[in-house]
């Protein structure tokens, strides 16, 4: 089965760096686009970065562009995310995620989620 295991969250200060793991398994990684969404407490779940199945396409939520980068290694089925110059409004659990088309009668797109890791950006 489809499983997405997050690690590498914890207690940062400002203006620190942070690099998340998302280690995949029970799908073709290498076939398939990953995403990091995150959710602050009080606040909807939000799109963070997203990288296609090659590596060779990412994009970024306005918030993060120029501090976070995205990365991937298809041979270790790993998805990262690096955090630089991090802020207290940074401070979210940090979900990795994968859509994939499956058939069950019918094809349809399921989410796919990992059980988050917590960021929290404090002094």
């Known amino acids: 089965q489809v499983q997405l295991v997050e690690s590498g969250g914890g207690l940062v200060q400002p203006g620190g760096s942070m690099t998340l793991s998302c280690v995949s398994s029970?799908?073709?990684?290498?076939?398939?686009?990953m995403m990091w969404y995150r959710q602050a407490p009080g606040k909807e779940r939000e799109l963070v970065a997203r990288?296609?199945?090659?590596?060779?396409?990412?994009n970024y939520a306005d918030s993060v562009k120029g501090r976070f980068t995205i990365s991937r290694d298809n041979a270790e089925n790993t998805v990262y995310l690096q955090m630089n110059s991090l802020k207290p409004e940074d401070t979210a659990v940090y979900y990795c995620?994968?859509?994939?088309?499956?058939?069950?009668?019918?094809?349809?797109?399921?989410?796919?989620w990992g059980n988050g890791t917590l960021v929290t950006v404090s002094s």
């Open positions: 029970g799908f073709t990684f290498s076939s398939t686009a």
């Open positions: 995620n994968t859509v994939l088309a499956r058939y069950t009668g019918h094809w349809s797109y399921i989410d796919y």
């Open positions: 990288i296609s199945n090659t590596g060779g396409s990412t």
